[in-house]
T-cell receptor, first 113, second 113 residues
């Protein structure tokens, strides 16, 4: 069966520090991968998606970047965090074909202080 | 514009009672619709998924309906339990080469003893 791992679960970082959140998927090949952010009391906002290694699409301009160095690895990064980057970040995957919706990781609670 | 709207925004019910959550969407081309349950601070977990040709799908005490003509879906929870307290998110997938997801902002359900 497929599983998705996302870490860390919580993170407190000072303003201006770098960020690296990692997500890996097991049990499937060539998945579509996503990074979402959820602000308090708000819906999920798509940040990045990837349909293959090295292929990254950004949905909104921001202080963040994403990379996909391996087929089942997706990384969310920032060189310098802003206070506004605080939020709940979710990684998700969906089958490359078949269109059955997405499956989510457990999320990372990021607090920038 | 692709949108998913959910109602009510929040709901409080007594333990043991039933409730129905609504989801209206204007998404094209439609692929499928999923209902997710999201506990506070956790990633969303899929409850049901329905394609264009499916009208009803059940998962234990959860029953989802889909009317593709009116572009409406509902999630009915029977004999609610305290553990049902969570956010319920309606997510519609577009039938594109890349499975883009459109999220509702969710319904916050509180089951009171």
């Amino acid at each position: 069966s497929q599983t998705i791992h996302q870490w860390p679960a919580t993170l407190v970082q000072p303003v201006g520090s770098p960020l690296s959140l990692e997500c890996t998927v097991e049990g499937t090949s060539n998945p579509n991968l996503y990074w979402y952010r959820q602000a308090a009391g708000r819906g999920l906002q798509l940040l990045f998606y990837s349909v293959g290694i090295g292929q990254i699409s950004s949905e909104v301009p921001q202080n963040l970047s994403a990379s996909r160095p391996q087929d089942r690895q997706f990384i969310l990064s920032s060189k310098k965090l802003l206070l506004s980057d605080s939020g709940f970040y979710l990684c998700a995957w969906s089958p490359g074909t078949g269109g059955r919706g997405a499956f989510f990781g457990q999320g990372t609670r990021l607090t920038v202080v | 514009k692709n949108q998913v709207e959910q109602s009510p925004q929040s709901l409080i019910i007594l333990e043991g009672k039933n409730c129905t959550l609504q989801c209206n969407y204007t998404v094209s081309p439609f692929s499928n619709l999923r209902w997710y349950k999201q506990d506070t601070g956790r990633g969303p977990v899929s409850l049901t998924i329905m394609t264009f040709s499916e009208n009803t799908k059940s998962n234990g005490r959860y029953t989802a309906t889909l009317d593709a003509d009116t572009k409406q879906s509902s999630l009915h929870i029977t004999a609610s339990q305290l553990s049902d307290s969570a956010s319920y998110i309606c997510v519609v997938s577009l039938n594109t080469g890349f499975q883009k997801l459109v999220f509702g902002t969710g319904t916050r359900l509180l089951v009171s003893p």
